[in-house]
């Protein structure tokens, strides 16, 4: 283990406390977390908070005919919440509507809802038009990814299955590939705090994407500093994976077996969290965290701000990335996501408000 610290200090990253104990790695540990940066604010006219959201809207789905699926109430280690013994609740916005409001769905008996603690989420239109949500949940600090159909009629989700795997172990996001299998990223190896920690702490790279079917499970991409969000693009050929600690977008070509092989990676100055894909456009759209020093380290006075980048043409030689939205925290903290639908923004946060915007 010391043999690995001092081979990997250079990388080192991690929290302020373990930065302090680490002095010569001092630099790079703050510039992982990119704790130096400001961001200058860049305002959109028509912004209004949504009523209801309070607690985090940690992911957003948006189907093609505008029905936006909103994961909330994320509990985890290290990250602050505004209602920790609350459980997670899926909200439902139709964006189709003037003034959209957000719903919870009704989550199906026979579901333990107490423990409920959603992630990460994706979904999938099936052939008989059945759209099923994936939710990466951690109850009980662990991971599983949660698989429920929408019954629209009724508001609510019917709970179809929990799926657990031994490399499903530290889930973060999921891209859904079919109604039962997905790409997942583990955002460390290890999936106890302290053993978190330590990994982050010392930069280990060892955070990686699994594929999962009921046929078979394996990984299909590894070596990351936190593999976060991923998404896929328009014509399905494509997996994008952000780095959070990495500050970059992995663009990966997908396979007829599923396994993934690196294109490109595009390098930003923000830690980058959720992808959201325009199914029109092919645009990434991106929840950034410009600071990940306030965001660890949640301070009232000092407040983690927002930043949501969009990037045009990424398999281009030339993308282009545009700061669309940034925040110094007064009116949203800690943006995880932004999702678009027809000139309308939705931008997610960890564990505060959500933004609704018409562009
Ligand atoms: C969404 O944002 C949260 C906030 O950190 C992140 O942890 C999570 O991995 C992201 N989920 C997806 C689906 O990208
Ligand atoms: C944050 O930004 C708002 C408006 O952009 C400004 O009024 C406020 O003073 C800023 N707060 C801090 C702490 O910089």
Redesign the pocket.
Known sequence: MWQTIKLKTRKVTCFQTGCVLFNPALSSCRSRLNASREVA?VSLPNCRLIKGIETGSEDIDILPNGLAFISSGLKYPGIKSFAPDKPGEIFLMDLNEDNPRAVELRISRGFDLASFNPHGISTYIDRDDTVYLFVVNHPHQKSTVELFKFVEDDNSLVHLKTIRHDLLTSVNDVVAMGPDSFYATNDHYFSDFLLMFLEMFLGLTWSNVVYYSPKEVKEVASGFYSANGINISPDRKYIYIADVLDHNVYVMEKHANWSLTHVKTLQLDTLVDNLSVDPHTGDIWIGCHPNGMKLFYYDPENLPASEVLRIQNILSEQPVVTRVYS??G?VLQGSSVASIYQGKLLIGTVFHRALYCHL
């Open positions: 604010p925040d110094n007064s």
